[in-house]
Nanobody
Framework: QVQLVESGGGLVQAGGSLRLSCAASGRTFSTYNMGWFRQAPGKEREFVAAITRSGIRTSYADSVKGRFTISRDNAKNTMYLQMNSLKPEDTASYYC????????????????????WGQGTQVTVSS
């Protein structure tokens, strides 16, 4: 079992920055890959970024590449999403998720690939 709690969302102007955090508990944090997803009103949940259990490999959606950075601190059982140069189209609820993939499996980007989810944190970017 894995419990996930997001924090750090809020209201920011376009061009601004936010850092989201995802605190994990339960199963040993360093044994699973992690991801960030987002969902805007009326839209499907979409992949944002993912990171391997070691933190060595990352993957990003094209829409956020170069602006967002995913990282994790296994000693603190926490994952982060640094979001810079925010745009109004980044407005959404952001969710962290855990993927109990096997060691060596590639990072996955599908909603159905992830086993545990947080409740989400709202990010609103004003123009």
């Amino acid at each position: 079992q894995v419990q996930l709690v997001e924090s750090g969302g809020g209201l920011v102007q376009a061009g601004g920055s936010l850092r989201l955090s995802c605190a994990a508990s339960g199963r040993t944090f360093s044994t699973y890959n992690m991801g960030w997803f987002r969902q805007a009103p009326g839209k499907e949940r979409e992949f944002v970024a993912a990171i391997t259990r070691s933190g060595i490999r990352t993957s990003y959606a094209d829409s956020v590449k170069g602006r967002f950075t995913i990282s994790r601190d296994n000693a603190k059982n926490t994952m982060y999403l640094q979001m810079n140069s925010l745009k109004p189209e980044d407005t959404a609820s952001y969710y962290c998720a855990a993927d109990l993939a096997r060691v060596g499996d590639p990072l996955r980007v599908g909603v159905k690939d992830y086993d545990y989810w947080g409740q989400g944190t709202q990010v609103t970017v004003s123009s």
